[in-house]
């Protein structure tokens, strides 16, 4: 990955960078997650970690690019535990989970609140080199295996002023070291930049679902019977339902991006923000439900661990549940705005 050049798309070109547009990067992460899902998601952290970088000021950024122009940079939008203002920084200890690309990450960036008395808590964002972090073992689950999100934790680290940013104003897209670039994609808000960088992740791992569904269909001979399976109406049926779904995967997403990207940021407001979360979720259900209707029909030999077919449906499975993702949570946050009542997504 790094050999390709691929990392620095995103990265300004006053670092270097390719500055390539988000459905450049989208198509890159959709066409490598339709191989393996794991790699595609990591693939796109890291150069979506050039944007992120801009949420801090320009002395952090010239420091995170100062050697080359892409960043392996894990995180989380998970706040960590205690922090405390000192002269010239913050001193922070705590411990935080979910840091995609953390076995390669040479930056972390993560969320922390400050309490200061007579003040309200302000949120910050900080950004740690890898030298001030544990990077603790705890990646072991059924999907996804290969992101190496594992927790970290750091133990009264300081961090210097330099190297926070403002939570609030990223939300918006309003960071100060955001505006530094003309370029109005990196004045996008947090949120529907976020979505941006999961979406093709799932479009891409559905289609090579798909792909390895329709090879599983033609190969697969029936253990008693010996009849092919190809030869079947349902396996005909479900094969065709799967790629439907997987065109209409790819439809919605590149409706997605045209929609990001011919809006001015700042008429982005917390309304529009969780549309765009919840088309984001919706295409991850459609996948899963895609995909659990591929399963079904796949027969005892899919899931053997040496099957595409079956790491596809982990991966999507956990996809589909991640906070960003979850069908259940945007679908009750549009209701609330539909009915007017109060929403708390912090991140809106």
């Avoid at 939300?171 to 949120?191: C, S, V, W």
């Avoid at 029936?222 to 005909?236: L, M, P």
């Amino acid at each position: 990955l790094i050999d390709s050049g691929i990392l620095a798309t995103l990265t300004p070109k006053e670092y270097g960078g390719l500055e390539l547009g988000l459905d450049v990067a989208a198509e890159i992460v959709r066409t490598i997650s339709a191989a393996c899902p794991s790699t595609g998601w990591v693939t796109s952290f890291y150069i979506g970690a050039a944007w992120r970088v801009n949420i801090f000021t320009e002395q952090a950024q010239r420091e995170v690019f100062a050697d080359k122009p892409y960043t392996l940079t894990a995180g989380t939008a998970a706040p960590l535990g205690q922090v405390q203002k000192v002269d010239g920084g913050y001193r922070i200890t705590g411990q935080t989970a979910w840091n995609s690309g953390s076995v390669h990450a040479e930056w972390f960036t993560f969320a922390g609140v400050v309490f200061e008395e007579g003040s309200a808590p302000t949120p910050l964002w900080f950004l740690v080199p890898r030298e001030d972090v544990k990077i603790l073992d705890t990646w072991y689950i059924a999907g996804m295996s290969g992101t190496g999100s594992n927790d970290i934790s750091v133990d009264d680290v300081f961090v210097p002023d330099y190297r926070t940013g403002p939570f609030a104003l990223a939300l918006a897209g309003t960071a100060p070291g955001q505006l530094i670039h003309p370029n109005p994609m990196y004045h996008l808000p947090f949120l529907p930049f976020a979505m941006a960088e999961v979406t093709p992740v799932v479009v891409g791992a559905l289609r090579g679902a798909a792909d390895a569904f329709v090879q599983r269909t033609r190969d697969r001979q029936g253990t008693i019977s010996q009849e092919k399976a190809s030869g079947k109406q349902a396996a005909q049926m479900r094969l065709g339902r799967a790629l439907a779904a997987a065109d209409a995967a790819d439809t919605l997403l590149d409706a997605f991006f045209e929609r990001l990207t011919a809006q001015r940021p700042e008429q982005s407001d917390p309304r529009d923000r969780a549309e765009m979360k919840l088309k984001a979720a919706y295409l991850a259900d459609l996948a899963r439900n895609a995909l659990n209707d591929m399963v079904r029909g796949i027969g005892g030999d899919g899931y053997r661990s040496s099957a595409p077919i079956q790491r596809f449906f982990r991966d999507l499975s956990v996809l589909s549940v991640h906070a960003f993702l979850d069908i259940d949570t945007a679908s009750e946050t549009i209701g609330r705005f539909t009915l007017d009542l109060p929403v708390a997504d912090p991140l809106l």
